[in-house]
Every structure is written in C-alpha cells, then in structure tokens.
C-alpha cells in the first residue's frame, strides 16, 4: 500500500523510532523516513513534536502523532486491516496496554543505567534489568510471542530493545541468555520476521554508537 | 448497563486521584460496583494478588479478571460499556486524547506531587517551575469548557482530575486565574460537574490520603 503522505521522524538507534517501523511494516504502509540529529532538531520536529522535542514522530497527512506506543496504536486503528496489532479480546487487550507501560516505565532506563553505568553501581544496575527483563519473561511464560500465537503490540513494544542486548551485554559483562534463555528464544522468533529483522540495526552498530556515545560524554 | 454488575470490584484509596479517574469513568457509564478500601501502609492479600507487579491501587476486577493502571483502566471501561464514550472514534483524535492523557502522567502529576510534598524552598520552586511549564500545554490545549469538548467530558478531563483535587478540595492554590485563566475556569467546571462531584473526597479524607502516601514513600526510600 503506497502511502504518499506518510512521514516518520526518526533516529536510526532509537528503540522507540524501531517500534513504530515495525508497525508501519506489520501494515505494509510505505512512508518517508527522515533521520533526526540531535545536536541540531530540525523546524519540522520542533514544530510536529513541540511537547516534547522527541522522535519519533508519526505524520500522517500533515498531522502528527507523537509517543511510540501511542503512534503505534494509531497506526493500528487508521489502518485496520489485518494483522492486527492489538487483540480483539477487551481483556486481552487492557493486557497489552498494561504490559506496554511497564515496557514503558522499566526498559529504557534500565538499558541504559547498564551500558553507561560504571564502578560500584554496575552490580546493582546489571541486577535491575536482570529483574525486569525477567519479570517479562515470566508473562511471556510458554508462548511463542506476548499476544500468544500472534505477533503484536507488546512485543512491537519490547523487541526493539533486544538490538541493544549485544551492548549491555559488553559494557555489563552479563550473558541475557543465561539469564533469560526464553526471551532470548522470543527475540530469535521475532528476528524471523520481516517488519522486525528490516527494522532492526545490527546490534554491532548499535554498540558502536554506544561507545562513540559514552566517549563523547565522558563516560567511560 | 453491566449485564453482571456484581462481578465490577475496584479496590482503591480514597484521595487517590488515579482511583478517582476510574471512578467518573465508571459512573458515566452508570456501572455499579462494589468498592474496597485498601491501605497503602498495609496492603491487603487481594491488591497484592491481583496486582503483583506493581502492589497499586486502583485495580478493576470484572468478571474476576484483574486490570491495574488507571488510564489502562478507562481505557477497558470504555472499551467494555459503550455508552457515553469517553474517548473520540476518530483515531487522529484518540491520538491526541492518549498523548495529552499520558503527558499528564509523565509531566504534570509528577510535578504537582513534588509541589504538593516538598517542605524545602528551593525544592519548591524548581518543582513549581517545573508544574508550570507543564501546564502551558495544557492551557494552550484547552479550546471548549472541557478538554473533550464544550458539553462532554473525555479521557483527558479524567486524567486531570488531580488539578481540581489540589486546587479546589485540598485548596492548594496551584495557579492562580490570572496565571491560567482557561485552566482555573476548567478546574471549577470540572469539579462541578454532576458526576464529579459525586465522586469527590473531602477535604479531610484527601488529607488522610497525603499523609498516608508521604508515609509509604517515606518508608519505601529507606527500604
């Protein structure tokens, strides 16, 4: 489905601009995707995204909608043709949504407080992400993807992450895998599908722009 | 109308402002329900059983299923009982409802607790500073008497309750008129609409809920 009034403002190692990519890619929607540089925000951002000043921002026909998982469940609603990226089941559905915030709330941070994190505070750092991610792994438990037997909306929200799992596993010195082997397998199961393995950078690149990134802020 | 209204529990804190959204949410959509009051100093078997990720109130049970976070909730009521929408069918609109809920969650009621809780002046003023860049937005952004339009309210209007809690129960002044005209105005209209004000605390309960919840931080920083 070509789309000529689809535009994505992005920045290409940014989990949140990666979940809105598989999104449009689920949907089969093509659209421009123009790179953002954080040092000097372009006038369109700062116009389309005043708030908050942050990719990624979604414009559809010159509107725009701005926050990931927000972006992500627009997308699902203004194209509601299959697959659909959200469960039928009102129940299932308020699931999604609950466990998309606490994606949300935890990941990020956690991510973060590891591949920058040094000295003393690592341990404690390692130890909270460790939690977290098995905290998902627990509601993940024996099925092939979060939703079930589908792909869909919480893991479009976690999966992103995995691109960085190589650098935190670097700069923290821990095995995801050892520590949560199903997740790991969930991330494979995803990586075999199209919209996640074309919207995904190598995790190499990502840990390359992890170190130019910690040296730049003096933070190794 | 719930077909099985019996089967509606929400267990909640009195005072809570996230307990308070769900409770307009479902009183504009005329669900009864039992209500159960938990405490945030010693949290009962039941919340940590049907929210063991986070142990917070509110938390919906229908139909003996368990749904926690307060906008995740609306979201299921209206989902659920379709009359009196709380959010547009437009999905450009239900965008930009979910954006404003949320920037309520992630800038405004976060600096208005540290308004609120904070004893140190300096802390004060950053945290005043900090509220009212928030709310800026939030004035622009208001066109009609309600953010969901001139006669209805919406999601948005639900996640700001917490404004008319502190500025016309607690009467904690955030704002003056003069400051945000158009939010002062909303705050009081909001306050007074009918289902609202049904809901409402007193000023003494919501009392009893800072303290409560000052505690619980309290303790929660030395653990």
């Given at each position: 489905?070509?789309?000529?009034?689809?535009?994505?403002?992005?920045?290409?190692?940014?989990?949140?601009?990666?979940?809105?990519?598989?999104?449009?890619?689920?949907?089969?929607?093509?659209?421009?995707?123009?790179?953002?540089?954080?040092?000097?925000?372009?006038?369109?951002?700062?116009?389309?995204?005043?708030?908050?000043?942050?990719?990624?921002?979604?414009?559809?026909?010159?509107?725009?909608?701005?926050?990931?998982?927000?972006?992500?469940?627009?997308?699902?609603?203004?194209?509601?043709?299959?697959?659909?990226?959200?469960?039928?089941d009102l129940y299932k559905r308020s699931q999604?949504r609950f466990?998309?915030?606490?994606?949300?709330?935890?990941?990020?941070?956690?991510?973060?407080?590891?591949?920058?994190?040094?000295?003393?505070?690592?341990?404690?750092?390692?130890?909270?992400?460790?939690?977290?991610?098995?905290?998902?792994?627990?509601?993940?438990?024996?099925?092939?993807?979060?939703?079930?037997?589908?792909?869909?909306?919480?893991?479009?929200?976690?999966?992103?992450?995995?691109?960085?799992?190589?650098?935190?596993?670097?700069?923290?010195?821990?095995?995801?895998?050892?520590?949560?082997?199903?997740?790991?397998?969930?991330?494979?199961?995803?990586?075999?599908?199209?919209?996640?393995?074309?919207?995904?950078?190598?995790?190499?690149?990502?840990?390359?722009?992890?170190?130019?990134?910690?040296?730049?802020?003096?933070?190794? | 109308m719930a077909s099985s209204q019996e089967e509606v529990t929400l267990l909640g804190?009195v005072?809570s402002p996230f307990l308070h959204r769900v409770q307009i949410a479902l009183k504009l959509k005329g669900i009864e329900y039992k209500y159960l009051?938990?405490?945030?100093?010693?949290?009962?078997?039941?919340?940590?059983?049907?929210?063991?990720?986070?142990?917070?109130i509110p938390v919906l049970v229908h139909n003996e299923k368990p749904i926690s976070e307060s906008l995740v909730i609306v979201e299921y009521i209206d989902d659920t009982w379709k009359q009196n929408p709380i959010l547009p069918s437009d999905?450009?609109q239900r965008?930009?409802a979910r954006?404003?809920a949320?920037?309520?969650?992630?800038?405004?009621?976060?600096?208005?607790?540290?308004?609120?809780?904070?004893?140190?002046?300096?802390?004060?003023?950053?945290?005043?500073?900090?509220?009212?860049?928030?709310?800026?937005?939030?004035?622009?952004?208001?066109?009609?008497?309600f953010f969901a339009g001139?006669e209805i309210i919406g999601f948005v209007d639900i996640a700001a309750v917490?404004?008319p809690?502190?500025?016309?129960?607690?009467?904690?002044?955030?704002?003056?008129?003069?400051?945000?005209?158009?939010?002062?105005?909303?705050?009081?209209?909001f306050y007074n609409h009918p289902v609202v004000k049904e809901i409402m605390?007193?000023?003494?309960?919501?009392?009893?809920?800072?303290?409560?919840?000052?505690?619980?931080?309290?303790?929660?920083?030395?653990?």
């Amino acid at each position: 489905m070509a789309e000529a009034n689809v535009v994505l403002l992005d920045f290409w190692p940014s989990s949140y601009g990666m979940r809105v990519k598989i999104a449009l890619a689920e949907k089969g929607i093509t659209y421009e995707c123009k790179q953002e540089d954080f040092q000097a925000k372009s006038s369109l951002l700062l116009e389309t995204n005043p708030v908050h000043k942050m990719i990624p921002v979604l414009i559809h026909n010159g509107k725009p909608i701005c926050e990931s998982l927000n972006i992500v469940q627009y997308i699902d609603e203004a194209w509601n043709h299959k697959p659909s990226l959200l469960p039928s089941d009102l129940y299932k559905r308020s699931q999604a949504r609950f466990w998309g915030d606490y994606i949300d709330k935890n990941v990020y941070n956690s991510v973060k407080r590891v591949w920058t994190g040094k000295g003393k505070e690592q341990e404690e750092h390692n130890k909270q992400f460790i939690e977290c991610l098995k905290t998902l792994e627990d509601e993940l438990a024996n099925k092939p993807y979060f939703g079930g037997e589908d792909f869909g909306y919480v893991d479009v929200a976690l999966v992103p992450f995995t691109s960085w799992f190589y650098t935190v596993e670097t700069f923290g010195k821990l095995s995801i895998e050892e520590e949560c082997p199903k997740l790991v397998a969930w991330a494979k199961r995803c990586m075999q599908k199209d919209s996640v393995a074309t919207s995904l950078p190598h995790p190499h690149k990502i840990y390359a722009f992890a170190l130019q990134y910690k040296q730049r802020h003096g933070l190794e | 109308m719930a077909s099985s209204q019996e089967e509606v529990t929400l267990l909640g804190v009195v005072g809570s402002p996230f307990l308070h959204r769900v409770q307009i949410a479902l009183k504009l959509k005329g669900i009864e329900y039992k209500y159960l009051e938990d405490d945030l100093n010693n949290k009962s078997d039941l919340l940590l059983k049907y929210n063991p990720v986070h142990k917070m109130i509110p938390v919906l049970v229908h139909n003996e299923k368990p749904i926690s976070e307060s906008l995740v909730i609306v979201e299921y009521i209206d989902d659920t009982w379709k009359q009196n929408p709380i959010l547009p069918s437009d999905p450009y609109q239900r965008a930009l409802a979910r954006f404003w809920a949320q920037f309520m969650d992630d800038k405004c009621v976060v600096a208005a607790a540290k308004f609120v809780l904070k004893v140190d002046e300096k802390e004060k003023e950053k945290a005043t500073e900090e509220l009212y860049e928030a709310l800026k937005f939030l004035e622009n952004e208001l066109k009609d008497k309600f953010f969901a339009g001139e006669e209805i309210i919406g999601f948005v209007d639900i996640a700001a309750v917490f404004i008319p809690l502190l500025q016309e129960v607690a009467q904690i002044q955030l704002f003056t008129s003069e400051k945000f005209p158009k939010l002062f105005k909303w705050s009081k209209d909001f306050y007074n609409h009918p289902v609202v004000k049904e809901i409402m605390p007193s000023k003494d309960q919501l009392f009893v809920y800072f303290k409560a919840r000052a505690q619980s931080l309290a303790a929660k920083k030395k653990n």
